[in-house]
């Protein structure tokens, strides 16, 4: 069965840190990977996706993600956080046509930048 | 490009009584989800659909829950009766068909309270 874990409910980031956020995930076929943000009273916006190709995918607002498909991980990175990045952060992972073609959501990690 | 509305943003009802919420979907869109996002089940998929046409409603939870699509702009998603349950935040979201790259564009939510 298709899954997506977000191991962490809540990650703390000094501002001007590394972040990273981790996602692993489980389907059938080459997955398609993706991640999103939610900000407060908001809808998700989409950040970035893996389809194929270079395993360093970079999106929005300076964030990237690197895809490992021996650990079918997809850890949302960035170099150095702002206070503004706290969001909540959604991975999810599409597979291939047919029962696995919907977009399965983790759980989703809050991320806490801290001034 | 005005992204996904959906109205209204707040909807606080008494048991019992019809819920009715609306969404435009980007222009040029042809798939439309509806999700439900509480604290406790986080993302679920209520229906989508494809061209207006309904193609999976199987996470809509009960017979109270019904959703239109009556043309390419326009779809509702409606609660009768509703229950304290229900409450929750519903997001809109639209896509180019069926791509699997293809990101989901999502409307602010409304938040639906049911007392």
């Known amino acids: 069965a298709q899954s997506v874990a977000q191991p962490e409910d809540q990650v703390n980031v000094a501002e001007g840190n590394p972040l990273t956020v981790k996602c692993t995930y489980s389907v059938s076929g080459n997955p398609y990977l993706f991640w999103y943000v939610q900000y407060p009273n908001r809808g998700l916006q989409f950040l970035l996706k893996?389809?194929?190709?270079d395993n360093l995918v970079k999106g929005s607002y300076g964030f990237e993600a690197e895809f490992n498909k021996s650990q079918t991980s997809f850890h949302l990175k960035k170099p150095s956080a702002l206070v503004s990045d706290s969001a909540l952060y959604f991975c999810?992972?599409?597979?291939?046509?047919?029962?696995?073609?919907?977009?399965?959501w983790g759980a989703g990690t809050k991320l806490i930048i801290k001034p | 490009d005005a992204g996904v509305i959906q109205s209204p943003r707040h909807e606080v009802t008494e048991m019992g009584q019809e819920v009715t919420l609306r969404c435009k979907p980007i222009?040029?869109?042809?798939?439309l989800f509806w999700y439900r996002q509480t604290m406790m089940r986080g993302l679920e998929l209520l229906i989508y659909?494809?061209?207006?046409?309904?193609?999976?409603d199987s996470g809509m939870p009960e017979d109270r829950f019904s959703a239109k699509m009556p043309n390419a702009s326009f779809s509702t998603l409606k609660i009768q009766p509703s229950e304290p349950r229900d409450s929750a935040v519903y997001f809109c979201?639209?896509?180019?068909?069926?791509?699997?790259?293809?990101?989901?564009?999502f409307g602010n939510g409304t938040r639906l309270t049911v007392t």
């Open positions: 222009s040029g869109h042809n798939s």
């Open positions: 659909f494809n061209n207006n046409v309904p193609i999976d």
């Open positions: 999810a992972v599409r597979g291939a046509r047919g029962s696995n073609y919907q977009l399965i």
């Open positions: 979201a639209s896509s180019f068909i069926a791509g699997r790259d293809s990101p989901l564009h």
């Open positions: 893996y389809i194929t190709g």
